[in-house]
């Protein structure tokens, strides 16, 4: 039961949030953080910032952790497949379909009124892990943090991953927090 239930929480946020990245880690967040209770909203937190780190693409590196968290090395396996499953579906059935169309302006739409939502969705994100770090750290640690992360990246332009790691040193040094 549990590796059709990671299955269906990384095939279904594939599936909805088209394109990967950006578009499926809030879906992600919701079928393993509220959905099925495999991490909290501040490992999550944890699971991103590295996943962000290292190379590749951002959903499969968090449905390889989790998976193999929950059900090891076929869990892994399974959670991972679920992922790229839906882009392999679409690819290997509706490429051609979809370029036929692309001039369409039901097309146009459509695409048009996802990027809205997908920036509400980025934005619920965002709060609840603000939310979270406040209400972990403190106003001042995440005001902190907010700042010097910001100043790294606009003003001097410290590459994102060398501000994620920073700051997941930080925490572990300071704030007490394991990483993931």
């Known amino acids: 039961m549990i590796y059709w239930e990671l299955f269906l929480a990384f095939f279904i946020p594939g599936i909805v949030g088209y394109g990967g990245g950006p578009a499926s880690i809030p879906l992600i967040q919701t079928e393993v953080v509220n959905r099925y209770g495999w991490v909290t909203v501040e490992e999550f937190g944890e699971l991103l910032a590295i996943g962000n780190a290292l190379p590749g693409p951002i959903a499969t590196k968090m449905a390889g952790y989790i998976g193999y968290e929950v059900g090891g ?45 997908i920036a509400i969705l980025l934005g619920v994100l965002a709060f609840e892990f603000f939310d979270t ?6 106003w001042a640690q995440t005001i902190f943090l907010i700042v010097i992360s910001y100043l790294l990246l606009e003003k001097w332009k410290v590459h994102p991953a ?6 997941l040193l930080y925490g572990g040094l300071f704030l007490g927090h394991g990483a993931v």
Not at 86 to 115: A, E, H, N, Q
Request: hydrophobic share 55%; net charge positive; proline share 5%.
């Open 133 to 138: 770090s406040v209400f972990s750290s403190g």
């Open 162 to 167: 060398l501000v994620i790691a920073g700051a």
């Open 73 to 117: 090395v076929l869990g892994a396996s399974v959670a991972l497949f679920a992922t790229i499953a839906p882009s392999l579906i679409i690819m290997i059935f509706l490429l051609g379909i979809l370029y036929k169309f692309k001039d369409s302006p039901r097309v146009k739409r459509m695409t048009g009124l996802i990027k809205p939502t």
